[in-house]
């Protein structure tokens, strides 16, 4: 449980009698009667004060706090906005918020109604809450330092033509996300322009577009978070500098679905991550310098998908199993490496006994190569006809990348 | 009815003691073995399956039905001598020759199969391999009474087995290639639909490379044969390619001098 | 019993019979002798329903026999060549034609015992010699008391001994006033069971008549000296 610690100064404690209406009572423990609003309960603290809101249904909304406070719900409290405006709107450093529940901030095609909205702040701390059916979560504007912390952020299917983000992030520097789990929402996470932060330990499980979605955002780091069953997995666009490790990818299938992609990036990490089931394990689009290592890529329809425009990039140690192709390109220029990784298809031998088979494996198929030409050539995959163009492709190369080529493929996985 | 029961009795009688059998079901049975043991993923033994399915079944199952009819043509006569219908013989064989090979193929594949891959996706392979067995044995059924001459008869039945497994999908990827600007997703599916051996394989791919098929035009066919009707057309389509070719078969064999 | 009429079967180019009008009746034993490839076995098979006419009228107790199949049930046939299912026993091959028979006409094991049959009972088909399939094909021929029998070179690879066993049924059978039909080369098997020889050449009847008003037309003695003598005689016409 929360230890209860007073403030500096006051601490109210509020016990709630009636449930269910806006016209809801509010006592003390002697028995007073006190505010009957929480933006009330709010305006009656002074900063640096603890509120403490134990149950009771608000039904309120554009609450606004411009102080430092902290406020902690116990046995659930719900504030809810009913489809108006925004739940909670905190314009404080030092803010935090713990144990609500907030619900019912407005769709709108305007303003980016949220359940908590955090603007230019400092410091804000967003801890174990539970937000539903908000057209955005979690909406931190312009703000530095802030934590969003073990969070349930639902969006709901009512809104799912029209949905917003979970935990959008717009213009932020060293926000800390952790241990939230969003679903039901347009993006589950949501970073533009933000910098030095950190998304570990979330699970961003059916949510209509991606799990997380970079935008101009450089120097980040996501972590341990899990991608479930979204319309695609991560989405890395225009950005520098990500970390992305030992994370989890799966289940995101669909026409052009994928576990990442990677638009327009550079100098960024993929390591430790596992990518299972997805249409698409990793797209690559004019990405420059990515070390993608040790990554189990398994299941997937497409393990890799590289553009011809990217250079430098570089796959190593990662384990391909069980992926209906491993990679596929649209051109005959390779500008990056493939070497050392494993393959379920190699069938080539190790005399040497280093580890490391003799001949070199050409990871693209004239198979997928066709299928990329024409998609419907994929009814023909695992026929006879598809065995008799690899091998075919495979003693005289014509159509796939000669140079696409890991010239030490692994013997055994490196990756389990 | 029950002559064709007693027929296809006698018939399996025959098969049961033929040796071809029994190495078919050992054959079977020690690849299925093999496939599952050298690999600790279960999920690619049954791809290499998907192999014998789409290709050993078949084959075996049209030349060994084939053969066997020609073996019985002596036998066929002498039943024809008796007050017995000519349908009734030939649908006595055909049972009588399903059930060793069904057999054979249950015990030979299905069996390993529910001890390690207890899966739907087992399942599936399991079925799609059985409807291809009693298909190609009706198959054969019509080669073989088309055609007094045995070597020609096997001829011929190769000869569709080549068709089915390999000249068709040549057709089609050239058919694909050619006209490569218009539509062709709902051509191709009636494409597949008209060849049993790509029916059963587009069945398994939908279980086993389910990551690709939610791509492109994958997700076509998924939508298609993944359903719950998409199943009821593919099994009617397979269904259709064991009862047309034997009733081709029995209007053939009805006119025919032996 | 039998009756035919304009009887007509091409294979392909190759006419066989070419209109066959003859009848058959009970107590004649039928001597259907010609030359290689004259359409003795077409005709029987066309008889049997095997081979399937093109034109013409086959009548079995007054009524056409291109539907129906229980006519059969009343003929007991054995092929030139008996091939049976080369993994059965004999005694499984004999039960089998049993069972798949749907009356139950009365059974008739004479033949079987003469053959001592029961001895190779348990041996399996594809071990029998050329000689005891014969006599395989011959007790199935006579395995039920039917009225009509077909035999289509019926001695032809048996021992001296089941030659003349099988022969001695034939009599008796004969004498039952069974029609029997039977297709032979071994011109002096026929010597003493036949009452009338049909001669079949380019498929068409060249003589159908009783044994002893063809042996007075030729003045011998003995059916083989007069079926040589039709045979020489159809031949010099050609």
């Known amino acids: 449980m929360i230890p209860i610690k007073p403030t500096k100064l006051t601490t109210f404690l509020i016990l709630m009698l009636c449930i269910g209406t806006n016209a809801a009572v509010h006592q003390n423990e002697q028995g007073h009667y006190l505010s009957v609003s929480v933006q009330s309960m709010i305006d009656e603290t002074v900063p ?252 997937n329809g497409w393990a890799v998908l590289i553009t011809a425009n990217c250079t430098d990039n570089d796959f190593e140690n990662n384990t391909f199993r069980y992926n209906s192709f491993d990679v596929s390109t649209n051109g005959k220029l390779v500008l990056n490496t493939f070497d050392q990784n494993y393959w379920d298809k190699y069938e080539g031998y190790d005399l040497d006994r280093n580890g490391m088979g003799d001949v070199p494996f050409h990871p693209v198929s004239i198979f997928a190569t066709v299928v990329s030409e024409v998609p419907e050539a994929i009814m023909l995959y695992r026929s006879f006809t598809q065995y008799l163009m690899d091998r075919a492709e495979k003693a005289i190369p014509s159509v796939t990348p000669e140079n696409l080529v890991d010239h030490e493929p692994l013997m055994k996985p490196s990756v389990l | 009815m029950q002559v064709t029961i007693k027929i296809a009795r006698y018939t399996l009688l025959d098969l049961l003691y033929n040796r071809v059998t029994l190495f078919y079901t050992l054959f079977l049975m020690g690849v299925s073995l093999v496939v599952f043991n050298l690999d600790d993923n279960v999920s690619k033994g049954i791809l290499s399956l998907v192999n014998i399915i789409l290709l050993i079944v078949p084959l075996v199952s049209i030349v060994f039905a084939t053969i066997h009819m020609y073996n019985s043509a002596e036998f066929i006569e002498l039943l024809l001598a008796r007050p017995i219908q000519r349908t009734r013989i030939l649908f006595g064989h055909f049972v009588g020759i399903s059930t060793a090979l069904s057999t054979a193929f249950l015990i030979g594949i299905g069996l390993p199969v529910l001890l390690y891959a207890p899966s739907a996706t087992g399942i599936t392979l399991i079925a799609a391999g059985w409807m291809l067995t009693l298909s190609f044995v009706s198959i054969a059924m019509l080669a073989s009474v088309s055609t007094r001459d045995k070597a020609r008869g096997i001829g011929i039945a190769i000869l569709l087995w080549f068709l089915f497994t390999m000249i068709y999908d040549g057709f089609v990827l050239w058919i694909l290639f050619a006209f490569n600007d218009y539509p062709l997703e709902k051509p191709v599916l009636v494409l597949t639909a008209l060849n049993p051996v790509d029916l059963a394989r587009i069945v398994l791919l939908l279980r086993i490379d389910i990551s690709a098929f939610m791509g492109y035009t994958g997700a076509l066919y998924k939508d298609y044969f993944g359903t719950a009707k998409g199943m009821i057309i593919t099994t009617s389509v397979l269904l259709c390619w064991i009862i047309i070719p034997m009733l081709l078969a029995v209007r053939r064999f009805k006119s025919r001098d032996i | 019993m039998i009756r035919i009429r304009d009887l007509k079967k091409s294979f392909g180019k190759l006419q066989v019979l070419r209109g066959i009008s003859l009848e058959m009746h009970a107590g004649q034993v039928v001597a259907l002798i010609g030359p290689n490839a004259s359409g003795k076995t077409t005709l029987l098979k066309c008889i049997l329903g095997m081979v399937v006419p093109d034109s013409g009228v086959i009548e079995f107790g007054g009524k056409p026999v291109n539907k129906e199949v229980s006519y059969r049930k009343h003929i007991g046939y054995m092929p030139q060549i008996g091939r049976y299912p080369e993994n059965m026993r004999v005694r499984q091959v004999v039960n089998m034609m049993t069972d798949l028979y749907p009356n139950g006409a009365d059974m008739d094991t004479e033949l079987a015992e003469a053959f001592y049959l029961q001895e190779m009972d348990q041996k399996f088909m594809r071990t029998l010699s050329g000689g005891s399939r014969q006599k395989v094909s011959a007790v199935l021929a006579f395995l039920f008391d039917v009225p009509v029998l077909i035999l289509d070179e019926p001695t032809a690879g048996l021992d001296p001994v089941s030659a003349e066993v099988l022969r001695q049924k034939i009599l008796r059978e004969r004498e039952k006033g069974k029609l029997i039909i039977i297709s032979s080369h071994v011109l002096s098997e026929l010597e003493g069971i036949a009452t009338d020889i049909l001669y079949i050449a380019d498929g068409q009847v060249k003589t159908y008549q009783p044994i002893a008003e063809l042996l007075k037309e030729t003045g011998t003695n003995h059916t083989r000296e007069a079926i040589i003598e039709i045979m020489n005689r159809h031949a010099g016409n050609h």
Not at chain 1, 59 to 75: A, D, S, V, W, Y
Not at chain 1, 153 to 161: D, H, K, L, V, W
Not at chain 1, 176 to 203: K, M, P, Q, W
Not at chain 1, 259 to 278: A, C, E, M, W, Y
Request: net charge negative; charged share 20%.
């Open chain 1, 48 to 299: 640096y004060d603890t509120l403490w809101i134990n149950g009771g249904y608000f039904f309120e909304n554009n609450i606004l706090i411009t102080k430092p406070i902290t406020i902690i719900g116990r046995q659930n409290p719900i504030l809810d906005a009913g489809g108006q405006g925004q739940v909670l709107i905190i314009r404080s450093d030092d803010v935090t918020i713990e144990g609500l529940t907030l619900k019912g901030s407005a769709t709108s095609n305007m303003t980016e109604n949220a359940g908590i909205k955090i603007e230019n702040a400092r410091r804000v701390k967003i801890i174990a809450n539970t937000l539903c059916d908000n057209f955005f979560g979690v909406y931190l504007a312009n703000s530095v330092k802030c934590v969003v912390r073990d969070n349930i952020i639902r969006g709901g299917y009512e809104r799912e033509s029209n949905s917003g983000n979970g935990i959008h992030l717009w213009q932020c520097d060293s926000i800390e996300i952790t241990n939230n789990v969003i679903s039901e929402h347009r993006d589950a996470i949501y970073l533009e322009f933000v910098i030095n932060s950190h998304v570990f330990g979330n699970h961003c499980e059916d949510n209509i577009r991606y799990g997380l979605h970079f935008m101009f955002s450089n120097n980040d780091q996501y972590r341990n978070n899990v991608f479930n069953n979204n319309g695609a997995g991560v989405a890395v666009m225009y950005s520098s500098r990500v970390e992305m490790t030992d994370n989890i990818f799966e289940n995101n299938l669909g026409p052009s679905s994928f576990g990442i992609l990677l638009k327009d990036i550079t100098d960024s990490r993929i390591t430790g991550n596992q990518l299972l089931k997805n249409t698409i394990g990793i797209r690559l689009e004019g990405t420059s310098r990515i070390e993608i290592a040790r990554n189990n890529i398994e299941d």
